[in-house]
């Protein structure tokens, strides 16, 4: 059985920064690629970052160069850095893991950000 659990959120003010963690049950973390999404009140679910089992990273237009994803294998867990925030970034965030090889997926509970100003 795999879990990926979201920690990480709460609230901080516009301008500010936060780091949102993934961290898999998994030994093969290695094998799975990393999504970051998020869901703002009334609003659909917004794909924000990927990270490939290799480390390729892509970014979603609305958070390029404000937000990094990135990951540790040794600690099978894959982080948000979120830098610069504004109150429209204010939302549920959640990863979603996908094994390369076998294409299982998972998704996390998600952890609330809160942005204000």
């Known amino acids: 059985q795999v879990q990926f659990v979201e920690s990480g959120g709460g609230m901080v003010q516009t301008g500010g920064s936060l780091r949102l963690s993934c961290a898999a049950s998994t030994s093969t973390f290695r094998f799975y690629a990393i999504d970051w999404y998020r869901q703002p009140p009334g609003k659909q679910r917004e794909w924000l970052a990927t990270?490939?089992?290799?480390?390729?990273?892509t970014y979603a237009d609305s958070v390029k160069g404000r937000f990094t994803i990135s990951r540790d294998n040794a600690k099978s867990t894959a982080y948000l850095e979120m830098n610069s925030l504004k109150p429209e970034d204010t939302a549920v965030y959640s990863c979603h893991a996908l094994h390369s090889g076998s294409l299982r997926h998972y998704w996390g509970q998600g952890t609330q950000v809160t942005v204000f100003s």
């Open positions: 990270i490939s089992n290799s480390g390729a990273t």
